[in-house]
């Protein structure tokens, strides 16, 4: 990463001003830097106590070492997180306690999707004040026209070894070879799993590099792990099998775009593909929103301008807030939020003067069964939606779509409107927040 030069002039020229008293030059506190900067070889702070051990013992002995008020201890080691402690032990190393992240419902959201129907009460968890408001508002204007239309399109969770061979020849014949045996590969990786089913092979290469993306269902669980065992599955039997070894292998070599955003996202699917579209009339946009429908999309045209030219991969407004708030209530991995708030917004006005207005998401890393989701209160939140545990999973992609719709409606609303900046000071209740509302007379 590059800076200008005269930032790194200035930069430089903080590093080496005298620091204290009575040093000459910049040439004294250069090796004072030195001295701050350089490894320092003395014996490290007591260690943590590692593993998934979840003992009372264990956890008194971190909290020991950690040196932390008594009121901070209380604050992770409640009385309901010790005596639910045994519940955390396949989801958390080195343990000492649970973070407690508000959380709010919005809705009802009405969902007309292939899988989702009916109307739902979304929990979200966010420490965001106006976040909440925002996709309840958005929530509930969708459902007064009917709900939205919400539709799974694709599923799948890929995981990409890589392999390096000594030359182009061998990368033919492996590769020849790796296409002839896809009915063994298919063997081994489901013979790991009751659930994930291994569906299509992709191969890329790259000079002697080769990478085969191999991509599974994984019913209604998010998948990742389930995926990984299947994978290394197949990596074993490669090594055992193949008349061409690789010099070296990774069972997963960054192709598949696992907790990253990238631009092969709207080629495929990583997760579960949805979309999910409403049309608003007119007079319903300027009652709730308080604007026109001309005007949003004229925002969403100028806004997808601004993304292109900062080089955005997908245009829309804020994804990652509901999808962020929804993963953390619901058990979902919160790392997946980075390649899950990949996808398109679209606004169009109509032929009547509605406004239309549609959401696609190629890439919503969502479970229902496994990971989080079996955690106390993250099971509660999914209970409240009505999709907890197994046969839910494509249900909840298609509200996952509908609720960040929902939010693309009211923020974009609330920037036309001139609503924004007041929403987030009048909601935000923080001392900050509450002398820009409300100034001191003079």
Partial sequence: MSTHYRHAS?????LLQPQLDGLPSSQSNLEQLKQQLAAKLTHPSPKIPGGSRLTPETIARRWQILQAKPVTQAALADAQTLQQMECYRRNVENFIGTVKVPVGVAGPLRVNGLFAQGDYYIPLATTEAALVASYHRGSQLISEVGGCTAVLLNEGVSRAPGFAFCNLAEVGQFMAWAIAHQPQFKQCAESTTRYGKLTDLRITVEGNHVYLDFQFTTGDAAGQNMVTIATQAILDYIQAHSPIQPQYSFVEANLSGDKKASAQSFLSVRGKKVTAEVTLPADLVQKRLHTTPKQMVNYWQMSAIGGTLT???????????????LYIACGQDAACVAESAVGVTRFEVTETGALYAAVTLPNLIVGTVGGGTSLPSQQACLEILGLAGAGNAKAFAEVGAGLLLAGELS???ALCSGEFTRAHQRLARGKAAQSVAQPKET
């Fill in 411 to 413: 923020i974009i609303g």
């Fill in 10 to 14: 200035e930069y430089l020229e903080c």
């Fill in 311 to 325: 080089g955005t991969i997908g245009i829309q407004g804020h994804y990652a807030n509901g999808l962020a708030a």
